[in-house]
């Protein structure tokens, strides 16, 4: 009989099983895909020899994470490539407010009356990311933080809506990156906890930066199945699991899944009826015959750049999108990794994606609509596209059964699901089936290939096995 069974390959699966593996455990892991990585996949969409990722690509919490930097992935194959910026924020005067590795750097982009502002919240968090980031990046039901002092100044912070934690800063521009980076958590501004996003990105963008994997966010996947692989694990790809009963015998099962798929093969009936998915995103990837000609010089060089000139344009499409409604000028998330990564296109050519938000489940056609939003800050922009392959809520859903109905963050960010997930118990992890456990981002600490949910779910199962014996 095996210890323990992995259900889904992403990267909380790969790393609860390397977990498990190299404490003694006997794991099998089996991914109903075809090829490992979840949402850290790198395909062919568009031409042959453009590589793009489907889903996750710019890596900050990856390179920061406490589990991934407790293994020895890069002798497995991953090397993290750094942007001279990590991310730009362009406005239509043809400027832009940065978050660079230098907070001065950051701080006077942001203009003379708020550079003060900005360091000052920052400065008691920098050169701490190790504490902050095993802090943060935690179950908070699982002992005291490493700096409770540290980690309850930062949750000060963390609570608040992005919309007043800006207050402090007097132009738009420091209030625009902020929002914009708050925007990785798919909820609107004046949401609860949307500080807490916006500002773990800015400390990771100065403490371990933005980085690509070299070759695509696949990299990742292969160097943990690797690893997997050296303590023993074993991996099956292309089988779908319908029933617990398909699964060889185990001691436990560990399930990288959505909780209602979670509920449905493990016949848990209705679970998790009260948990809530939040808004799709509507994803283009592009294949392009030069770099996105940014109007703003600071953007040709970001990996990543926000296109979204205010807080307040920010936030109504953000509001649009959760409530439903497709937004007529959507604020996007876009990345260009062939910038630093020569692996990703042909030479001379590159690979740009760009996102917006829209409502979970909305089969209508953003296209227009994002590259017209594109074209305001980087003119020009449609004369360079060779190919695009585009993805609504629908194909994102199809592509990755954890994201319901193009649900990227496997569950809303509003409410008290932004703190207690996928339901109040004492350890998130566990099911009403003794030997059945949640790992995915549906658990804490949420969204992000950062691998933490598997790292804090291989514990629960390793107490739970250690305890049997």
């Known amino acids: 009989m095996l210890d323990a069974v992995v259900v889904g390959a992403g990267p909380n699966g790969l790393t609860a099983a390397v977990e498990l593996a190299r404490r003694g455990f006997a794991v099998e892991v089996f991914e109903a895909a075809g090829t490992i990585g979840g949402g850290a996949r790198t395909e062919e969409l568009t031409l042959p020899g453009y590589r793009h990722d489907p889903c996750s690509a710019v890596h900050p919490l990856g390179v920061g994470s406490p589990a991934f930097r407790a293994m020895p992935l890069a002798r497995h194959g991953l090397e993290w490539l750094h942007p001279e910026l990590p991310l730009a ?27 003060g502002a900005y360091r000052r919240l920052v400065a008691p968090y920098l050169r701490r990311w190790d504490t902050l980031a095993r802090d943060f990046l935690r179950t908070q039901w699982n002992g005291l933080p490493a700096d409770p002092v540290g980690w309850a100044r930062f949750g000060l912070h963390a609570a608040q809506p992005v919309s007043l934690l800006t207050r402090r800063f007097r132009d738009e521009k420091a209030r625009a990156i902020l929002a914009g980076m708050a925007g990785h958590a798919i909820a609107p501004p004046s949401g609860l906890c949307t500080a807490g996003p916006a500002l773990l990105f800015a400390l990771a963008g100065h403490a371990v930066g933005w980085p690509v994997p070299r070759g695509g966010s696949q990299a990742i996947s292969d160097a943990l199945g690797s690893y997997l692989r050296e303590q023993g694990g074993a991996i099956h790809v292309g089988v779908e699991v319908k029933r617990l009963d398909e699964l060889p015998p185990a001691r436990a099962y560990v399930f990288d899944t959505s909780p209602t798929a979670l509920a449905r093969i493990a016949g848990l009936g209705d679970a998790y009826r009260r948990f809530r998915y939040g808004a799709g995103v509507f994803k283009i990837d592009y294949a392009l015959d030069g770099p996105v000609p940014w109007t703003a010089a600071e953007a040709r060089r970001a990996g990543t750049v926000h296109v979204g000139p205010t807080s307040g344009e920010i936030g109504a499409a953000l509001r649009a999108a959760t409530k439903g409604q497709a937004p007529a000028v959507p604020f996007l998330i876009t990345a260009q990794p062939s910038l630093i990564d020569d ?59 954890n994201y319901v109905d193009g649900d990227i963050a496997c569950g809303a960010f509003e409410g008290l699901q932004t703190v207690i997930r996928p339901k109040l118990t004492r350890v998130p992890y566990t099911t009403a089936h003794p030997s059945v456990f949640l790992c995915s981002s549906a658990t804490p600490p949420g969204p992000g290939v950062h691998g933490m949910s598997g790292h804090h779910a291989a514990r629960a199962v390793w107490r739970r096995l250690r305890g049997h014996g």
Do not use: C
């Open 343 to 401: 692996s990703r296109a042909p030479a001379g050519k590159h690979t740009f994606w760009a996102y917006g938000h829209v409502p979970r489940g909305w089969d209508g056609d953003a296209t227009e609509a994002i590259e017209r939003q594109i074209e305001r800050f980087a003119p020009g922009f449609r004369d360079l596209v060779l190919a695009r392959a585009v993805a609504g809520p629908p194909r994102i859903a199809a592509r990755n059964a």
């Open 89 to 115: 924020h362009p406005f239509p005067d043809g400027t832009a407010a940065v978050l660079a590795r230098s907070v001065g750097e950051t701080a006077m982009s942001l203009g003379p009356r708020d550079a």
